[in-house]
């Protein structure tokens, strides 16, 4: 079946701009996670979804991240304000609540911050 | 906090050889997961192997076996027969009761023919 997705593939914007990233979770999967992935920081959790609802959102690293989840499906993590050190890969995971030692992930986005 | 070392930014290794990649961890907890992750070129995170923290056998899926040393906080990883195809990024992550995934720097593995 079909993975988890992520869109875009890559985005570059402009210091100052809003960006928002896409993730489609695997079908039937109800924990979704998102990650960030940079030079500085290595990989690092930043958000945990179950449903719609966040119970764990330890990892934003500042008031301009948030993320949410509509439908129990679809979330979006969005930057305001990017700066400079936003540029990193965002990953996204999911996995089946009962196996949630079991996370897929998706192919990820690059994000770029000029 | 609980964070995960791996100590060997790069290895290479030769086809068809043995390698170990190294990973150690600290927690105060008893129950946890351990695992390793493969990232090629491509970005995509894969699932190599995961090991209960509960269960003294070794895990191993095919190629891969893992050294759990639980007393020292120890999680490596072996890759038998080593093909062209293992080479990428290995990270070795740890998960407490919870959700959450804690990553080490990861390892570069090179294979080469």
């Known amino acids: 079946g079909a993975g988890v997705s992520q869109s875009p593939s890559n985005k570059v914007t402009e210091k100052g701009k809003d960006v928002e990233l896409r993730c489609d979770p695997i079908?039937?999967?109800?924990?979704l996670y998102w990650y960030r992935q940079s030079l500085g920081q290595g990989l690092e959790f930043l958000i945990y979804?179950?449903?719609?609802?966040?119970?764990?959102k330890s990892g934003l690293p500042s008031d301009r991240f948030s993320a949410e989840r509509t439908g129990g499906s679809v979330s979006t993590l969005t930057i305001q304000r990017t700066q400079q050190e936003d540029s990193a890969v965002y990953l996204c995971?999911?996995?089946?609540?009962?196996?949630?030692?079991?996370?897929?992930f998706g192919p990820g986005t690059r994000l770029t911050v000029l | 906090a609980q964070t995960v070392t791996q100590s060997q930014p790069e290895m290479s290794v030769q086809e068809a050889e043995t390698v170990t990649l190294s990973c150690t961890y600290d927690?105060?907890?008893?129950?946890?997961?351990l695992f390793w992750y493969k990232q090629p070129p491509s970005r995509q995170m894969i699932l190599v192997i995961r090991?209960?923290?509960?269960?003294?056998q070794n895990a191993t899926e095919n190629r891969f076996s893992v050294n759990f040393q639980k007393a020292a906080k120890s999680f490596s990883l072996k890759i038998s027969d080593s093909q062209l195809g293992d080479t990428a990024m290995y990270f070795c992550?740890?998960?407490?009761?919870?959700?959450?995934?804690?990553f080490g720097a990861g390892t570069i593995l090179r294979v080469k023919s």
């Open positions: 995971a999911s996995s089946k609540w009962e196996e949630h030692n079991e996370q897929f």
């Open positions: 079908s039937g999967h109800t924990a």
């Open positions: 979804f179950q449903g719609n609802s966040a119970p764990d």
């Open positions: 927690t105060s907890e008893n129950n946890y997961y």
């Open positions: 090991q209960e923290a509960y269960k003294q």
């Open positions: 992550a740890f998960m407490e009761y919870g959700n959450k995934l804690v």
